[in-house]
């Protein structure tokens, strides 16, 4: 790692194709428009692989390759889709796919509104890698790269802790994490990414490598954040905090009040206490304006922020309950 400062490594690699890039020593992988995977290539694949393999002509492909949000701007036609059981399944896409030189995507939750969960060449799902373990002990999650935010909030909760992911259950763990992620925690513990503690991944030329802050450091440092384009991480450890009861819902007001409901929120958060986070909705019809909340604080602490949020507007409706904080992450 000697020579090496953040701003090399991400420059050296900013320049790889897809999702699939390489980290420090793997070479580039290169991408093209050949057509001329046979089908003996396919059915070798297929045979090594313990998960499955989906091609355009099989009736399970158009939900196999579709995200979470469709958008015909966005909409990929991969030639090949390896819907991985294990690691060696990673590993074996990776290699059909530098040796066929094909663009790459990988996913897990299948969430993003540019649909950079498919591809045009080769898409690696990782949705069916659902392992997680729970060190109570140590306040850590272990999970592999199929994993939904919701699922490690359930198994986390078990022992009255919590991951801090995202707010929506659906999305992918991992990508979260990678990206940088936050959530209903962060303003108690940070983002996603900074309460990774460890990340397993294939690289672009095959390797398997574990990043942490001991072993590949510089290549975990790039992961927390700008998880893309480093390999496919297959599983990867986490910070998990002890939590209680938390409160949370939704206040909804009039339409008819947006333009003081926008003005006051922004002042109530700029002074509202860490625990507390909320998101600002507007939408057409009768859901009108609502603010979405999680506050993990003292019940009096929650009460006297919700007699804030009251006193903006009168609201149409709320939906307000103190509970797990497991259930709210559902």
Not at 27 to 32: D, G
Not at 238 to 254: E, N
Request: charged fraction near 25%; hydrophobic fraction near 40%; proline fraction near 4%.
């Amino acid at each position: 790692m000697s020579g090496y400062t953040r701003r090399n490594f991400i420059k050296r690699t900013a320049a790889a194709s897809g999702t699939l890039g390489f980290a420090i020593g793997c070479r580039r992988l290169q991408v093209t428009d050949r057509n001329d995977i046979s089908r003996e290539a396919i059915e070798r694949l297929r045979t090594r692989l313990k998960g499955r393999l989906t091609l355009p002509s099989d009736p399970s492909y158009a939900s196999a390759r579709r995200v979470f949000y469709w958008n015909q701007a966005t909409e990929r036609a991969p030639r090949v889709i390896v819907q991985c059981a294990r690691e060696e399944d990673v590993l074996r896409a990776v290699e059909f796919a530098r040796h066929h030189e094909l663009e790459v995507a990988a996913r897990s939750g299948g969430h993003s509104h540019l649909g950079w969960g498919c591809s045009n060449g080769l898409v690696i799902d990782l949705s069916g890698m659902k392992r997680i373990d729970i060190d109570p002990s140590r306040r850590t999650a272990r999970a592999e790269g199929g994993v939904l935010s919701g699922e490690v909030a359930r198994a986390a909760g078990r022992y009255g802790l919590a991951p801090v992911l995202g707010q929506c259950p659906g999305v992918g763990a991992t990508g979260l994490i990678l990206g940088g992620g936050l959530g209903w925690l962060s303003g108690l513990h940070g983002a996603s990414c900074d309460n990774l503690l460890s990340a397993r991944l294939v690289t672009a030329d095959g390797r398997v490598l574990i990043a942490d802050s001991e072993r590949n450091p510089e290549l975990f440092w790039a992961l927390r954040g700008a998880g893309a384009n480093f390999g496919v991480t297959t599983s990867f450890e986490c910070r998990l905090h002890p939590i209680g009861p938390v409160m949370g819902g939704d206040i909804h007001y009039s339409v008819r009040n947006a333009r003081v409901v926008l003005q006051s929120f922004r002042e109530l958060m700029d002074e509202a206490p860490d625990a507390f986070q909320a998101t600002l909705n507007l939408t057409r019809g009768e859901r009108g304006v609502f603010v979405s909340l999680c506050h993990p604080g003292s019940e009096s602490e929650a009460e006297r922020t919700l007699r804030s949020l009251r006193a903006i507007a009168t609201p149409t409706k709320e939906f307000l309950k103190r509970e797990e904080f497991a259930a709210l992450a559902e």
